[in-house]
């Protein structure tokens, strides 16, 4: 059984960071695409950022290119994303996501068919 569990979420004023953290466990990591997502109240889903296995690509939402990081720990389970400058408009449900790709696919975000966490809540004052 994969769980995916997310922290790091929190209260910040604009202009602030936070630093949310995912791990995931209950396989053996080998090959999987790893993304963090939003989710905002009245708002569709979208991909914040997502990272490749080997960590050589990356993708970033155009509303956080240059103000959210991320990155894999040393353990390749584990994954977190660097926020900074903070706006009120990244007010939202932060989720985490894993899968491994059937064989002959590549995926550079996790799929609805991937491994979801129950999601870290971000509110951004002004």
């Known amino acids: 059984q994969v769980q995916v569990v997310e922290s790091g979420g929190g209260l910040v004023q604009a202009g602030g960071s936070l630093r949310l953290s995912c791990t995931a466990s209950?396989?053996?990591?080998?090959?999987?695409?790893m993304g963090w997502f939003r989710q905002a109240p009245g708002k569709e889903r979208e991909a914040v950022s997502c990272?490749?296995?080997?960590?050589?690509?990356?993708y970033y939402a155009d509303s956080v290119k240059g103000r959210f990081t991320i990155s894999r720990g040393n353990a390749k389970n584990t994954l977190y994303l660097q926020m900074d400058s903070l706006n009120v408009e990244d007010t939202a449900m932060y989720y985490c996501?894993?899968?491994?790709?059937?064989?002959?696919?590549?995926?550079?975000?996790?799929?609805?068919?991937?491994?979801w966490g129950q999601g870290t809540q971000v509110t951004v004052s002004s």
């Open positions: 209950g396989v053996t990591f080998d090959n999987y695409a």
């Open positions: 990272i490749s296995w080997g960590g050589s690509n990356r």
């Open positions: 996501a894993v899968e491994r790709p059937s064989v002959g696919v590549v995926i550079l975000c996790p799929t609805d068919s991937g491994y």
